[in-house]
Every structure is written in structure tokens, then in C-alpha cells.
């Protein structure tokens, strides 16, 4: 798979996977919903891995780059699944526009990349006050809306710090060996997170949109979404991967109003635009002093 195909297949897949989730979650319990999801993308994985003769190495290199890549898979997917339970599809990807942020903060200091700038400073202030705005006609103090916020911020740290430390290992091998070798550390946490968190199986109460939807997470969100995903993570930074977030929460938010009648409001509509706003200058504040320049020469 090309970088450009990973790349838009990433973008498509990540856009209608909060909905996703919201569906899968309505009649299966959270913690079965993911791990049915992670189980159907771990089988279908390790047959193609079979089918294709692709070597899945295990030394003790290969295994820190899976459990590294299994933080991400497990505390974002189940934190995002609890967060599903409180939070609109719309608004678990706009907080998910975040994790260019959080992945430069956890770069800094994994990666020793260099100093936050003044400008990507405002615009993560910027952000931020976007993502009150938004949160605060969603939820209050008194209810349980706080908990899906929390769980959601959770879930892009784990995804932002799993995707640094991926990109502290140099290990080439096949991107579909590290999906399949990832899910298979993962797998088993959300087996025992299950096990402790629900346990049941009251298959008489599922509904067939709940089905469907962990069908297509299992297939594409999470065997073809994880492949597409390390495939642009092994060739590009990992705050340039996130800068599909940037497009994501809004094609996120429409699919949510249009398909699963979500309310998009003055509140989350200001609150939106702040947090592209700021993710925007985040990513191309720098090149305004050069167009500037460019502009007083010309």
C-alpha cells in the first residue's frame, strides 16, 4: 500500500469510525463491542498474514515495538468506547483533533524533538478554549457527562503517546506484521477488561446496526485502519500523521448530524471552528513570517 493510499484511507476511515463506535455500542456492551471488533481484525489478520507468507518476527525489538503500538490499540479504543456511552460521534472526534498537540508535548520529551514555538503555544490555547466551549453545553458537574470527557482525553493520550513511542523504535518490517503482532498483545487486555467489566453475553438484546457497525470496525477500522496507520507512521513524523484530524472532527460532525441525528448547535459550532483554528496555525503558523517576507520582497 502506497503512503498516498494509506494516508486516505487513514482520513476515511477515522472520520466514520466515532460513529462507528456510537452504533456498535448501542445494544453490545462497550467492553464486548471492542473486543469483538479486535478479535474479527485479528483473525481476518493472521489469514492474510498466512495467505501472503509475511514473516511476523519476535524477537524482543519487534515485541516492544507491539506492546508500544498495543497501548495505543487498547487504552484509546476502550477508553473511546467508554467515552461513546456519554459523548455525540461528532464530539469524540473533535477531541481527537487534539492528538497533534499531545503528540508534540510527549515528543519534546521522548523523542527530544525541539522547543514548542510561541505560535504553536497560542495555538494550542486556542484549541483548548475551543474544546471548553464545546464541552460546556455538553455536559455539567452534576451529570455523567464529565466521564465522557475524561475518558476521551484518555483516549488520545494513550493514541498520542503510542504513536511517539512507535516512532522511537527503528524496526522495518511489514506494516500488516505490526497490526497483527500488535493486536495480538492487545487482544487478551480487552478479553480480561471485559471479563471484569461486564462478563456477560445477552446476545437475545443485540440489534443488527450494532452488528453491522462492529463488523466494519473489525474489518476496516481496525485490520485495514491499523495496517493504513503504521504504513503513514513508518514514513512520515507522528504530529504530521495527526494532521488528519485537522479534516476528520468535521466530516465526523456531519456524518453525525445527518446520520445519527446528533444536535450541531451555536456552542459546538464556535467551539469547533476554535479548535481547527488553533490546530491550523499549530500546523502552518511558521509559514506566515515566510510569507510575509516574501510578500514585503515582492
Known amino acids: 500500500m502506497s503512503v498516498s ?8 476511515i477515522w472520520s466514520t469510525t466515532p460513529l462507528g463506535i456510537v452504533w456498535s455500542s448501542e445494544s453490545i456492551n462497550p467492553s464486548l463491542a471492542v473486543l469483538l471488533r479486535m478479535l ?10 498466512k495467505l501472503r507468507k509475511i514473516n511476523i518476527p519476535w524477537h524482543k ?3 516492544t515495538l507491539y506492546t508500544y503500538s498495543a497501548l495505543g490499540i487498547f487504552g484509546g479504543m476502550l477508553c473511546s468506547y467508554l467515552a461513546a456511552t456519554y459523548l455525540s460521534s461528532g464530539i469524540i472526534s473533535l477531541v481527537f483533533g487534539l492528538s497533534p498537540v499531545i503528540s ?17 503555544k497560542v495555538s494550542m490555547a486556542i484549541s483548548l478554549v475551543g474544546l471548553a466551549v464545546v464541552c460546556s453545553d455538553n455536559f455539567s458537574l452534576a451529570d455523567d457527562g464529565i466521564y465522557g470527557i475524561v475518558f ?13 513511542l512507535v516512532k522511537s523504535i527503528s524496526l522495518a518490517i511489514h506494516p500488516l506484521a505490526t497490526t497483527v503482532g500488535a493486536l495480538t498483545v492487545a487482544t487478551p487486555l480487552f478479553l480480561m477488561s471485559w471479563l471484569i467489566l461486564d462478563g456477560t453475553l445477552p446476545v437475545d438484546t ?3 446496526k450494532s452488528l453491522w457497525a462492529t463488523l466494519y470496525l473489525g474489518v476496516f477500522g481496525s485490520l485495514i485502519g491499523f495496517y ?42 464556535i467551539g469547533a471552528f476554535m ?10 503558523g511558521h509559514l506566515l513570517p515566510r510569507l510575509k517576507k516574501k510578500h514585503m520582497t515582492n
Do not use: C, M
Not at 40 to 49: C, F, N, Q, S, W
Not at 236 to 245: D, G, K, M, P, R
Not at 259 to 269: A, F, P, R, S, T
Open 5 to 12: 493510499i494509506a494516508y486516505l484511507a487513514v482520513l476515511l
Open 40 to 49: 474479527i481484525a485479528l483473525v481476518l489478520g493472521a489469514l492474510v498474514i
Open 61 to 63: 525489538q519487534a515485541l
Open 104 to 120: 508534540a508535548l510527549l515528543a519534546k520529551r521522548i523523542l527530544a524533538e525541539p522547543n514548542i514555538s510561541s505560535i504553536r
Open 152 to 164: 476521551i482525553l484518555l483516549a488520545v493520550f494513550f493514541f498520542s503517546l503510542s504513536g511517539v
Open 206 to 208: 443485540w440489534q443488527a
Open 228 to 269: 493504513a496507520y503504521f504504513t503513514v507512521l513508518q514514513k512520515l513524523s507522528a504530529s504530521n500523521v495527526t494532521l488528519i484530524t485537522l479534516i476528520t472532527p468535521v466530516i465526523a460532525l456531519t456524518l453525525g448530524a445527518v446520520l445519527n441525528g446528533e444536535v450541531i448547535n451555536d456552542k459546538l459550532i
Open 275 to 284: 479548535v481547527l483554528l488553533g490546530l491550523s496555525i499549530y500546523h502552518f
